[in-house]
């Protein structure tokens, strides 16, 4: 049949407004329930966060809240996705290609970047649903996983995320994750005020993703990652949770091994490799050996860190795709059985905001009984962002605050190493970091190991800057008032030692040890000399390097007329000539007071 002209000017209009009313009608059909039933959960003891409203696909729970879609906003939603389906840019980003721009873009995106600490505007150019390479091991292929695998409910918490990374998560999990075992997918917005991610969100995952598994939780006030974690936890109905960041891809069968690995083992707590994702062009980076990943760490100023797997691990592993034992976790992704995320304590839902609560769980679940490990076969890519691009709530020292209950709860004589960089927390003062009562009666509960016991036997080789060691304190150079300091430099590149007037008490950046083995270190960095660069120069620079792989280069001796001496070279650490924040350097050893030192003490 030939439809001419006339007829399809006719025709469009007709059309659009009968696609219209069927949108509405489905709207209209939406089942709504105000009895408080629907948000009682399992575990009665636990109570839900404020939240005013829970969207699956075609069907919306609302609390004291009804509404429905008219044909003047289903217009506008039309509009705005219309609007943003259109720059979409086919192909680009995809198998995980970094993606560029030109031009004005490029300019923009430099914007983005300046204050989203992502580029948005290469974020809104790639599909949704773009291609990722197969980056896993070869043997990873080859495992068969059970049929009969526990569901997972997959846990999402976002405030003011950018829309097009959002979805470009849900749209990852939906499409690589076989239906049977994806219970479904919860959305806690954390009380975001962006425009696109209020009923645009709603509608566009009714009416564009199709899937009932799809949920949402409006939280009514802004509480934080801990609490809004603990809100979709609390409405979760899979066997497994899964939290993932909102900026996120999964790839292909990312979901099985940590379901294989939880019914294998319920006390487990697992996660994926985290690759990363650029901020930039959102190429997902890896390495081409995927048998080289890392493992979680921390530091005595209790922050996160990365670290290589421990030897002991390592020696111990039956393939290259076993589970590695990690001390802790980052803390945005990782699975656990549902029931036993409460059993063993969920989260410390005093703490505020965001920070300290991934330590504090991996110490928990470590002294308490449990594993916490990688699954080398899932992985996940994450965009791992320079700053955060939110204030938190109150201005609060958030990470500060959480770090100090979990210290006070779980490190027992070695919370000192934290008090040394955060003093004013030493003391537990319930009006700064809040009761600890619940959580020390629940460490009693569990019948948890002490903190010696997971150094000695999950992280052996973390550094005690005060145990094992020949000497420990400040490095006062004799007759005058300098140490040994790393003037605040960054310790994760290569600095030179220097020196700066000594504090009145132990500060961090004044802390260095001489170990048994003969480093003359920090936390994770050891003073070394470059054997290669000692020619006729008399005056070498003294370099604080990874400590990792220990060789001559790093040994060092104290004598007993106090010089420290470089074994390899023989020279002598010297001052001559240098004050406040000058550089230390090594030099041919004399009776020089410049190369005299002192630690605060000798063991």
């Known amino acids: 049949m030939i439809i001419n002209g006339r007829c399809r000017l006719i025709l469009k209009p007709l059309l659009w407004i009968i696609y219209l009313s069927v949108i509405v009608l489905l709207a209209r059909q939406i089942v709504h329930y105000t009895d408080k039933s629907v948000f009682d959960i399992t575990n009665s003891q636990h109570e839900l966060a404020d939240a005013s409203v829970i969207l699956t696909g075609n069907q919306s729970v609302y ?42 873009d490029k300019y923009k995106a430099q914007e983005s970047l300046k204050k989203a600490a992502v580029n948005i505007i290469v974020s809104n150019k790639i599909p949704l649903n773009r291609k990722l390479p197969d980056i896993r091991d070869s043997l990873c292929t080859n495992v068969t996983y059970e049929s009969s695998l526990p569901t997972a409910s997959v846990i999402i918490i976002f405030y003011n995320e950018p829309w097009s990374l959002l979805m470009r998560t849900v749209r990852s999990v939906l499409d690589r994750t076989p239906d049977n075992y994806l219970k479904e997918i919860i959305l806690v917005d954390d009380h975001s005020d962006a425009y696109e991610l209020q009923d645009i969100l709603d509608y566009y995952i009714f009416t564009r993703l199709l899937s009932d598994k799809v949920k949402i939780i409006r939280l009514s006030e802004r509480v934080g990652l ?39 083992k319920r006390n487990s707590v697992l996660m994926p490799i985290i690759d990363s994702i650029s901020e930039e062009t959102l190429e997902y980076i890896h390495d081409n050996d995927p048998s080289i990943f890392q493992i979680g760490g921390f530091t005595w100023s209790g922050h996160f860190t990365w670290i290589d797997i421990q030897a002991k691990d390592r020696e111990s592993r039956k393939t290259q795709i076993s589970p590695v034992k990690s001390p802790t976790m980052a803390g945005g992704l990782f699975a656990i059985d549902r029931n036993y995320f409460w059993e063993i304590g969920s989260y410390d839902d005093k703490m505020d905001g965001w920070g300290g609560e991934n330590l504090e769980m991996s110490f928990r679940i470590w002294q308490c009984g449990g594993l916490l490990e990688i699954i080398p076969c899932s992985r996940v890519g994450h965009i791992f962002r320079n ?123 004044q802390l260095f040890s001489l170990s048994n083995i003969g480093e003359l270190r920090r936390e994770h960095t050891c003073a070394t000399i470059n054997k ?38 023989g020279l002598c650490l010297d001052a001559t000539g240098i004050g406040s924040q000058g550089d230390v350097f090594a030099s041919p050893c004399s009776n020089s007071h410049e190369q005299y030192w002192s630690f605060d003490f000798l063991l």
Not at 480 to 490: F, Y
């Open 532 to 569: 290669q660069a000692i020619t006729a120069k008399q005056h070498v620079n003294v370099k604080m390097t990874e400590c990792n792989n220990f060789d001559d280069e790093k040994e060092w001796i104290l004598t007993e007329n106090k010089h420290i001496i470089h074994v390899a070279t």
């Open 226 to 264: 801990i609490r809004a974690r603990l809100s979709g936890a609390k409405n979760a109905t899979g066997d497994v949770l899964v939290f993932l960041d909102a900026h996120c891809e999964v790839i292909v069968q990312w979901l099985e091994p940590l379901l294989q690995r939880i019914k294998e």
């Open 387 to 509: 700053f955060h691009p939110y204030k938190f709530p109150n201005n609060k020292d958030t990470h500060g605050i959480n770090t100090a209950r979990l210290v006070h709860v779980w490190m027992d004589e070695y919370k000192r190493l934290f008090f040394l960089h955060r003093e004013e927390f030493e003391q537990k003062s319930d009006e700064l970091i809040g009761d600890l009562s619940e959580r020390i009666k629940l460490r009693q509960k569990l019948k948890c190991k002490n903190f010696k016991w997971y150094l000695d036997n999950i992280y052996p080789e973390k550094f005690i800057p005060d145990e094992n060691v020949l000497a420990y304190g400040r490095v006062k150079l004799e007759n005058k008032n300098l140490c040994l300091d790393n003037l605040q430099r960054d310790e994760d590149k290569s600095y030179n030692l220097g020196l700066y007037p000594c504090h009145s008490r132990l500060f961090p950046s």
């Open 63 to 104: 609390k004291n809240k009804y509404q429905r879609w008219s044909i003047d906003e289903i217009e506008r939603y039309e509009k705005w996705i219309n609007e943003y389906e259109k720059g979409i840019v086919n192909e680009l980003g995809n198998n995980g290609k970094p993606a560029k721009l030109y031009g004005r």
